[in-house]
């Protein structure tokens, strides 16, 4: 079995920056993609930024120039750094993560189970 773990988030003022982390542990052979989606309260949940196991990145037109996502293979650990952060990114972030857990088998998608970013003044 495979868990994601997500720390860092919490209240920031706008303009400010958070970091947040992504954990996994458990049976792990090898990430592919992680991800971090967000869900704002009445809103459907959004993918905001990915990155592969090769540190190619990609993020959503709403985050480009404001956060960086990036990962540590070794420790099994992805990061979304969210600085000139806005009102509109108060959500709950969610890590997602494309796991292997045996050499030779299918992998799978596992979910965290979030971490609450509120920008409030």
């Known amino acids: 079995q495979v868990q994601l773990v997500e720390s860092g988030g919490g209240l920031v003022q706008p303009g400010g920056s958070l970091r947040l982390s992504c954990a996994a542990s458990?049976?792990?052979?090898?990430?592919?993609?992680m991800n971090w989606y967000r869900q704002a309260p009445g809103n459907q949940r959004e993918w905001v930024a990915a990155?592969?196991?090769?540190?190619?990145?990609n993020l959503a037109d709403s985050v480009k120039g404001r956060f960086t996502i990036s990962r540590d293979n070794a420790k099994n650990t992805a990061y979304l750094q969210m600085n000139s952060l806005k009102p509109e990114d108060t959500a709950v972030y969610y890590c997602?993560?494309?796991?292997?857990?045996?050499?030779?088998?299918?992998?799978?998608?596992?979910w965290g189970q979030g971490t609450q970013v509120t920008v409030s003044s």
């Open positions: 997602n993560a494309n796991v292997q857990e045996w050499a030779g088998t299918t992998s799978y998608d596992y």
């Open positions: 458990g049976s792990i052979y090898r990430i592919y993609a």
């Open positions: 990155i592969t196991r090769g540190g190619i990145t």
